[in-house]
């Protein structure tokens, strides 16, 4: 059965609760979200309210203005800014990270291995002619070049020992003779004889001179060539050895100066990385310090706060009465029986 106004019994209560952070904490978490949002929308960027105690409804509520002194923003206010310019303004200017050029030791050991060979070809060909002499045939007339012939071995004083044997020989002609004279032979038969074999000795002692004089002669030529030949074979590998040498102190040098441009190099990429990472940690250094605080209002305990609203339904005279009537009903029906 329902009485008075609707299906609710009387005298119920109806409440509504809301809770919310304690105001000074809501406030301060309110502010680290503003905080937030203008970092993520300004950057480093000098952008700042214009009214720092405008109100709700106010004009200039939520306005920012720039208040730097530098860039094309200068005296505007972010209203003013198209969309590309916001975009971009709201932008992080992360730093790049450099990587060093090659220093200019490496540059110029670059440039000596590039010379190569070439820079002892000089050496190399030496060397090459000089092994061609030293391995040319001998000529004895001294018409090649680099040669000196025979002739220049000759004695010197040939003539002279060529006179003396003639010389002789015709004092022993004149003693032929004298004798054939005395012994009465002189113009006889044993007297040609004897002036004959003279005349053959004497060809022969004059040949013989002059054969010892050109095979001692090609003799001292023939060992001058195989002297200066010997000579050339030794020239020949010195310059070779040289050129070697050198190749091997000029790569020396290439080394060595480039392990020195490298550890120069790494000293300035490493200079370059570390001022890359400190670009990076100031650039993130605010948003460090917000995701800290962030974090302590997350590990604190709930500061909450209850209010409480409630309605109750009238009372109805009406209904009172019939109530009253029904009970006083039901009591003298209760004492008759």
Not at 180 to 196: C, D, K, L, T, V
Request: charged fraction near 15%; avoid cysteine; proline fraction near 3%.
């Amino acid at each position: 059965m329902s009485f008075g106004g609707g299906d609710s019994p009387s005298n119920t209560t109806y409440a509504t609760q809301f809770q919310r952070e304690a105001p000074q904490i809501e406030a301060d978490k309110l502010g680290l979200m503003g905080t937030a949002r203008e970092l993520t929308q300004f950057g480093m960027n000098p952008w700042e309210l214009k009214n720092q105690g405008a109100k709700l409804g106010d004009a200039d509520f939520g306005k920012y203005k720039y208040t730097g002194t530098t860039g094309p923003y200068v005296g505007k206010d972010w209203d003013q800014l198209t969309r590309e310019q916001r975009t971009k303004e709201g932008q992080i200017n992360i730093p790049q990270q450099k990587v060093v050029d090659f220093t200019d030791r490496q540059k110029r050991a670059f440039g000596m291995a590039d010379e190569g060979i070439g820079q002892f070809q000089n050496y190399l060909n030496r060397s090459e002619d000089l092994a061609n002499l030293a391995t040319q045939q001998y000529d004895p007339t001294g018409q090649t070049a680099g040669q000196v012939g025979y002739q220049q071995y000759m004695n010197p004083f040939q003539d002279e020992v060529i006179a003396g044997i003639e010389n002789q020989f015709a004092k022993a002609q004149a003693g032929a003779g004298l004798t054939a004279a005395q012994s009465g032979a002189f113009g006889g038969g044993r007297e040609g004889i004897q002036r004959a074999e003279l005349s053959n000795q004497q060809a022969q002692t004059v040949g013989q001179a002059h054969a010892q004089n050109y095979g001692q002669a090609q003799q001292q030529a023939q060992n001058q060539f195989a002297s200066q030949m010997g000579r050339y074979g030794e020239a020949a590998q010195m310059m070779g050895g040289l050129g070697g040498q050198y190749q091997q102190q000029h790569q020396a040098d290439i080394a060595s100066m480039m392990s020195a441009g490298s550890v120069q190099q790494q000293a300035l990429q490493q200079a370059e990385d570390a001022k890359y990472r400190q670009g990076l940690q100031q650039l993130y250094e605010p948003y460090q310090r917000l995701g800290f605080t962030s974090d302590i209002y997350q590990g604190m305990p709930t500061s909450a706060m209850a209010t409480s609203m409630g309605t109750a339904p009238g009372t109805n005279p009406l209904a009172q009465g019939v109530g009253a009537g029904i009970t006083a009903l039901a009591g003298a029906q209760f004492g008759q029986t």
